[in-house]
């Protein structure tokens, strides 16, 4: 069989657009993965960057004082925190530099032995962390290489003026040397897509969505007189999830919302329980397996989302929660965030609310009855199929062939 290999600087178990790819191409392929875990599936060979990482021997002090400059431990100190002293011409510089540091660092030696050893007909770099390393190894062993850059890296933390100023001059860089030199490009949703063409001249990447597995569920209605809104997910200060709280004190008792919710933060966790207390309507529940998860909420009546637009990944977002709603057959309140909005208005899923705040939330989910939840429950059942991850990850196998039979 043809062998791909999977690269994604993340634990591909509990990554689901990585795990999802493995899983698909393993049945036609023999894939090899590099990340963190391991992966047990049939005609798959992992390596856990944990554990599974070439380092150059080191035979002498200059040796040593050199591998320590290019695993990056003093390219910091020594290259980045002096910087500001130096001409403005310098970040052209420093971007180079880091560049030289990545794709000749631990985690490139690493893809290279692998590569060496083995013979590979395609590469697929996940997320912008994986394009460097696996663009060098790729165009040096004149291997195809699919970039699924997941969101727009450019975009992803623009609101936070520290990531700006550090690590953006180089992500620009490197997407403008690399993009490129892709032989094909996958993303989440067209405007990004659409945005990574118009910014770096390349052509359009192909659209493969965040959508969940299927599952065979049905539409739950209840009679107890109360409407449950739920929501899941990671709980980011930038996602403002008090939001969704404070759109529940502006609803009538029926109303109750329910969370799903992993905290990193625990003083955000706190001040969010604190926030909910007085209501008495607002729970927060013990988070689920991701498999779990529409089964878990099949039992709520209305998937609730507010986003922030604070930048520009969040305004055009097109998150698995939303395919998750949707394969656990709920109807669907959302801000206007216009991936998600032409999802719903195509499928006529629910209502969006005429701007982001909480008071015009609670006026979309006010004028809904329990007839119109459960006829949007009931479309949600309709497009569960169309909508689901065996569909989108076809796309993706249509891709690897062409990329494999190209060669």
């Known amino acids: ?23 698909r191409l393993s049945r036609e392929y023999d894939v090899i993965t590099i990340g963190y875990g391991f992966v047990d599936l049939t005609n798959v060979q992992s390596y856990d960057l944990h554990n599974w990482v070439i380092k150059k021997p080191a035979e002498s002090f200059i040796k040593k004082i050199c591998n320590a400059f290019i695993e990056k431990r003093l390219s910091y100190a020594l290259v980045f925190n002096i910087s500001r002293t130096l001409p403005a011409w310098f970040p052209l510089v420093r971007t180079s530099i880091k560049n030289f540091l ?11 032995k692998i590569v060496n050893e083995t013979t590979i007909d395609l590469i697929i770099a996940n997320d912008f962390t994986a394009l460097p ?24 933390s623009s609101n936070d003026q ?15 040397k690399y993009l490129p030199k892709c032989d094909r490009m996958t993303t989440v949703c067209a405007s990004i897509a659409e945005e990574y063409q118009r910014t770096f001249s390349i052509p359009l990447p192909a659209v493969i969505k965040n959508a969940s597995p299927y599952k065979d569920l049905s539409p739950e209605k ?24 404070k759109t529940v004190e502006l609803l009538d008792d029926r109303f109750e919302l329910y969370f799903y919710l992993v905290f990193k933060d625990m003083e955000y966790y706190a001040e969010l329980k604190k926030l909910a207390l007085p209501l008495g309507r607002v729970f927060f529940m013990d988070p689920v397996p991701m498999d779990l998860i529409p089964s878990t ?13 604070v930048n520009f990944n969040q305004l055009h977002a097109l998150p698995n929660k939303i395919f998750e709603f949707i394969q656990a057959r709920l109807a669907v309140a959302i801000a206007p965030s216009p991936e998600m909005s032409e ?19 609670a006026r979309a989910i006010g004028s809904l009855d329990e007839d119109c939840i459960q006829r949007y429950k009931q479309n ?22 062409e990329l494999i039979n190209s060669n």
């Open 297 to 309: 909420l099949n039992m709520y009546d209305i998937g609730l989302y507010i986003l922030p637009p």
């Open 222 to 245: 209840r009679n107890d007189g109360k409407i449950k809104l739920v929501h899941h997910g990671l709980a980011l200060r930038q996602r403002a999830i008090e939001d969704m709280i």
């Open 102 to 112: 990545i794709v000749n660092g631990k985690y490139s030696r690493t893809l290279k």
């Open 1 to 23: 069989m043809k062998k791909i290999l999977i690269y994604s600087q993340s634990t591909i178990v509990k990554d689901p657009r990585v795990y999802k790819q493995v899983a």
């Open 162 to 176: 520290e990531w700006v100023k550090k690590k953006l001059p180089y992500i620009r860089y490197a997407l403008k």
């Open 380 to 401: 949600s059942h309709s497009c569960a199929k169309e909508l689901s991850a065996e569909v989108e990850i076809e796309k993706l196998a249509v891709i690897v062939e």
């Open 343 to 361: 999802i719903v208005k195509k499928y006529q899923l629910g209502v969006i609310a005429d701007d982001f705040e909480p008071e015009s939330m």
């Open 133 to 156: 390393v696996c663009c060098a190894v790729a165009k040096s062993r004149k291997l195809k290489l699919l970039y699924d850059a997941h969101e727009y890296t450019l975009g992803q």
